[in-house]
């Protein structure tokens, strides 16, 4: 059990288009998911806390204007990339903390892998 | 700043032999710690955690060790295996709601 989507896994997309990546949760409620974001060598870094029904928050210098992110539901939250230029070619994860369980319990998402051209 | 370091980038182990990950953390506030595993292109998969209440915690050929004084904590594998080749985070739990601050990880190469 416990397994968290994400979709697509790969996406390559034109300079100045919109990206959308999905994350769900398949068998577990999530009232919180978060959206990290991986650079080459570098740590996973945190985009964003998002709470079901309610706005996101954003780590500071993550511009939210421009990763969008929507938890419209306690399955599934989206993270879309507007104006995509090539500096935010990464590898985005989510993750999801579930309804009930145990402290800092959280499990991952496989990742996306955003190319911007 | 950061908060949790991984000052190794990168080691590499003889199969059979222990394996030992180091972690520093800055925040003597962080209770809760998590070891995650992470092959390419793949999203990170926990392994163990720690509370501060503990000093050890163990899982079959993992062993995470706590030092809060020296705010340290290190994960052994014993012993390794080459499927354990994969990059390590170190994280702990940070921020309002639960979020996870991570190291910038070590590559592990287990050498058959």
């Known amino acids: 059990g416990a397994v968290v989507s994400q979709h697509p896994s790969r996406v390559i997309c034109k300079s100045g288009t919109s990206v959308k990546i999905e994350c769900r949760s398949l068998?577990?409620?999530?009232?919180?998911m978060f959206w990290y974001r991986q650079f080459p060598k570098q740590s996973l870094m945190l985009m964003a806390t998002?709470?079901?029904?309610?706005?996101?928050?954003?780590e500071q210098g993550v511009e939210k204007d421009k990763f969008l992110i929507n938890h419209a539901s306690l399955t599934l939250s989206t993270l879309t990339v507007t104006s995509a230029h090539p500096e935010d070619s990464s590898f985005y994860i989510c993750s999801a903390a579930p309804r009930g369980g145990r402290d800092n319990e959280q499990f991952f998402g496989p990742g996306t892998r955003l190319t911007v051209l | 700043d950061q908060q949790v370091k991984q000052n190794s980038p990168s080691l590499s182990v003889q199969e059979g032999r222990i394996s030992i990950l180091n972690c520093d953390y800055t925040n003597s506030m962080f209770d809760y710690f998590l070891w995650y595993k992470k092959y390419p292109a793949e999203g990170p998969t926990f392994l163990i955690s720690i509370s501060s209440i503990k000093d050890k915690n163990e899982d079959g050929r993992f062993t995470v060790f706590l030092n809060k004084s020296a705010k340290h904590l290190s994960l052994h594998i014993v012993p390794s295996q080459p499927g354990d080749s994969a990059v390590y985070f170190c994280a702990a739990v940070g921020g309002s709601q639960g979020n996870l601050i991570f190291g910038k990880g070590t590559k592990l190469s287990v050498k058959p």
């Open positions: 068998d577990f409620q999530a009232t919180t």
């Open positions: 998002s709470n079901e029904g309610s706005k996101a928050t954003y």
